[in-house]
């Protein structure tokens, strides 16, 4: 007969692995627009225009544009292409074409089983840099310690320009007595004889163009008491 101390180590213990399957549920999704060009979208003329529309959901949606209200039909268009996974509008102008064509009101839409979402409509124009009108300036003649107005009238630019002025080749320092308007206007307070130039001139900077455009400068003349 065997002892307790014997009967113990005949025992033998047995680990029972058990295996569970978790079965993880795939969530359906309805699509959500994550990203989208913004709603007044001017594009520089000299570079691919890029409309972008990204959206999520499950199943990955499909893309489709209307541009005017009307169906935007890409595969017929052989400068559009539509990137993969994405509704984002690719319109390229290597073998020709004018940017301008294509301004207009676009708008995404990001469709799966579950539904459709509508990106914003993007109104799509072409930044436009036009000139200045032609003119004659009259030398402005005024007397000191008047208040005087310059006027600078920058041509319609979309967007509209970066307005600055300058004289004998350098921008104008502004202070409490000489100052610009959100007009462009240059404003002085009281003119002073020192500020008797011949050539004021009224710049705009076209930012999509990287162009600058000078108006015709004028002449100021300033009539002292001596």
């Known amino acids: 007969m065997l002892s307790r ?3 113990a180590a005949l025992c ?15 969530l359906k999704q309805p699509p959500t627009i994550v990203k989208q060009s913004v709603k007044d979208y001017i594009v ?9 529309c990204e959206a999520k959901g499950n199943p990955v949606p499909t893309f489709s544009w209307r541009r005017n209200g009307k169906f935007f039909n890409i595969v017929k268009d052989p400068r559009v292409t539509m990137r993969k996974r994405s509704g984002t509008l690719e ?14 009101e676009y708008q995404c839409f990001a469709s ?24 004659v300036l009259e030398p402005v003649v005024v007397t000191e310690g008047s208040p005087l107005v310059l006027p600078c009238n920058p041509p319609p630019g979309l967007p509209p320009p970066f307005t600055f002025w300058m004289n004998t080749m350098t921008p104008i320092p502004q202070d409490k007595r000489v100052s610009m308007g ?8 009281n003119v002073i004889a020192q500020d008797a130039y011949t050539d004021y001139s ?3 900077r076209f930012l999509f163009t990287h162009t600058i ?8 003349k300033v009539q002292t008491s001596e």
Request: aromatic share 8%; with cysteine.
């Open 5 to 7: 101390k014997h009967k």
């Open 12 to 26: 033998v213990c047995v680990c029972v692995c058990v295996c569970v399957c978790v079965f993880m549920t795939v």
């Open 44 to 52: 520089d003329p000299r570079d691919n225009i890029i409309i972008e």
């Open 91 to 104: 319109i390229g102008f290597r073998s020709g074409g004018r940017p301008e064509d294509y301004e207009g």
């Open 112 to 135: 799966n089983d579950h539904g459709v979402a509508l990106s914003n409509k993007i109104l799509l124009r072409v930044s436009k840099a036009p000139l200045w009108p032609k003119e």
């Open 182 to 189: 959100l007009n462009g206007d240059l404003y002085f307070s």
């Open 202 to 204: 009224c710049n705009a």
């Open 213 to 220: 455009q000078q108006k015709n400068p004028f002449t100021l």
